[in-house]
């Protein structure tokens, strides 16, 4: 772990990631798209026009949802 690395947990999953100015910075770290996904940070809904400046810190909680299509 480097000096710009923070430990969060994604999912349940504890991960260490490159420090991150926001959330929508953290989707484009892991490559997931931006649509049909919704974003909890310590058990809050962060509302997607809040991404660009809700920050992500060291020990955030964050549940990432995909919602696929299908039938």
Wanted: contains cysteine; negative net charge.
């Amino acid at each position: 772990m480097s000096r710009m690395d923070i430990i969060i947990e994604i999912n349940g999953e504890k991960r260490c990631v490159p420090a991150v100015e926001s959330v929508r910075d953290l989707l484009r770290h892991l490559e997931l798209g931006e649509n049909k996904i919704a974003v909890e940070i310590n058990r809050k809904i962060v509302l997607r026009r809040e991404w660009d400046k809700t920050p992500v810190n060291d020990q955030d909680k964050i549940e990432i949802v995909q919602f696929v299509g299908g039938g």
